[in-house]
Nanobody
Framework: QVQLVESGGGLVQTGGSLRLSCAAS????????MGWLRQAPGKEREFVAG????????IYADSVKGRFTISRDNAKNTVYLQMNSLKPEDTAVYYC??????????????WGQGTQVTVSS
């Protein structure tokens, strides 16, 4: 089992940047595909980005492609989400998630508690 703790959320103006971090517990971090998802008020949770166990493969939602970058540091048991050119519609609670096996896209097995990102216009 993996425990995930997100950090790095906050309030930023339109066009600004934030970097989210997700620290994972456990010794087998490199064995998990990782992802970021988000949920805006009144909306369903949506996939944002995913990264393979090695970090060599990534996938993004069309809405964030070219603006967000997912990465991971297996030595630090951490996955990151660099968010640039932020828009008000990026406002949401962002969740880190993981799954064992070869896949790194939803559905995921484990979730963090979420971190709030608010983009002001």
């Amino acid at each position: 089992q993996v425990q995930l703790v997100e950090s790095g959320g906050g309030l930023v103006q339109t066009g600004g940047s934030l970097r989210l971090s997700c620290a994972a517990s456990g010794r087998a971090f490199s064995g998990y595909g990782m992802g970021w998802l988000r949920q805006a008020p009144g909306k369903e949770r949506e996939f944002v980005a995913g990264i393979s166990r090695s970090g060599g493969l990534t996938i993004y939602a069309d809405s964030v492609k070219g603006r967000f970058t997912i990465s991971r540091d297996n030595a630090k048991n951490t996955v990151y989400l660099q968010m640039n050119s932020l828009k008000p519609e990026d406002t949401a609670v962002y969740y880190c998630a993981s799954k064992s096996g070869s896949s790194w896209t939803p559905p995921y097995d484990y979730w963090g508690q979420g971190t709030q990102v608010t983009v002001s216009s």
